[in-house]
């Protein structure tokens, strides 16, 4: 028996603000009923009681659709939800304590957009890296500066871990992202704010088999 | 062998605001070379990575002296530092889903003044219950509504595990909330303002000895 190769093409971040009139739910559905094959819930506002509801009701559509489903930040919370990960970055709990405290039953991705701190969030058992923002975002708590494709594939050259990119991605510029080394690419605001979230999934899905002028 | 009673005699809880120009450590020390049995790390603006390395530090502090360490709120941050326990309340994690996580590892404690959670927190697998705020309290966020000590005489009589008083408790009324049934006292100002914090450690031991009128 072979394990299945980890599926991070797109990752669909959640943002409760920008699904507004639809829930969560409704967006997610949509994602993973057009093959997003990973989701991560992430509320900055919500408290960690809410957050384990809201996650439990997540891991029933995700597991339902075959997709996978990562908390930001808090490790008990995706315990305490049976989610299949957790992202972290450098204010979280640091990689290699979280990989004790799951006993490797979480997926670990971690945050950084350094070459040298990949490679060790790799040592100390992340899954995959987040490397952005790439691009400008709309999305204000993603890391602040604009790296570039450039940086990605530097990332991407220094782990042998799944990089995804993250930061103002679109159908229209994921492959360039996707040339530069990255496994995947995460989103908020593509398919939190799309009139047409399951269009926005196949569009994105779409642009990641689409050959790039930069390969 | 029989395991040690749990000594909660007197929780002391950290307020990094209220140390000033102390650090939590300085008081934290001073607080267990007196006596205080059980410190519970409390920190609502710290991020989770520095919560970790403070709870690492005050547990090198409280193993020395064979105090007990509880981190507020985070079962993950209580994990990874090693501690001996995580105080939750209505916001965080559920109890039942905290025991999970922790396999038995952490004691867990929960904040009521209701005698029926107070008594299905033990039935999840809580160590004690945190009642109050008993008096007034200058600290904000301690549970807004003052409660008396006969509140806390239900919650006591609901249950079988200790039940712990806070909220504006002194050396001058800590010895009526310990006779109307509580094991001890959880105090934060009453030590971290103090001028001296092992001084006002002792003399809050001392006041739990002496008998109540009320008793």
Redesign the interface.
């Known amino acids: 028996v072979t394990a299945r190769p980890l599926d991070l093409r797109l990752i669909v971040i959640t943002d409760a603000a920008m699904a507004v009139p639809r829930t969560i739910e409704d967006v997610v559905t949509a994602a993973v009923m057009a093959g997003a094959p990973a989701i991560q819930l992430r509320d900055k506002l919500a408290?960690?009681?809410?957050l384990?509801e809201q996650a439990r009701r997540l891991h029933a559509i995700t597991r339902a659709a075959g997709a996978l489903l990562f908390i930001n930040?808090?490790?008990?919370?995706a315990?305490?939800a049976g989610a299949d990960g957790v992202h972290l970055g450098?204010?979280?709990?640091?990689v290699l304590?979280?990989d004790?405290?799951a006993k490797g039953s979480l997926l670990l991705g971690y945050s950084t957009d350094d070459p040298a701190l990949a490679r060790q969030a790799e040592q100390d058992g992340a899954a995959y890296i987040g490397c952005g923002a790439v691009f400008g975002t709309r999305t204000k708590d993603v890391a602040g500066e604009q790296i570039g494709t450039a940086r990605v594939r530097e990332v991407a050259d220094a782990v042998s871990i799944p990089v995804i990119g993250i930061g103002g991605i679109t159908a229209g510029n994921a492959a360039g992202v996707k040339a530069a080394g990255a496994a995947g690419v995460a989103v908020v605001s593509a398919i939190m704010k799309a009139p047409d979230p399951a269009r926005a999934t196949t569009d994105l899905l779409l642009a990641l088999l689409r050959p790039s002028t930069l390969q």
């Open positions: 408290n960690a009681a809410e384990v930040d808090r490790v008990d919370v315990l305490a450098p204010d979280d709990l640091p304590a979280a004790r405290i």
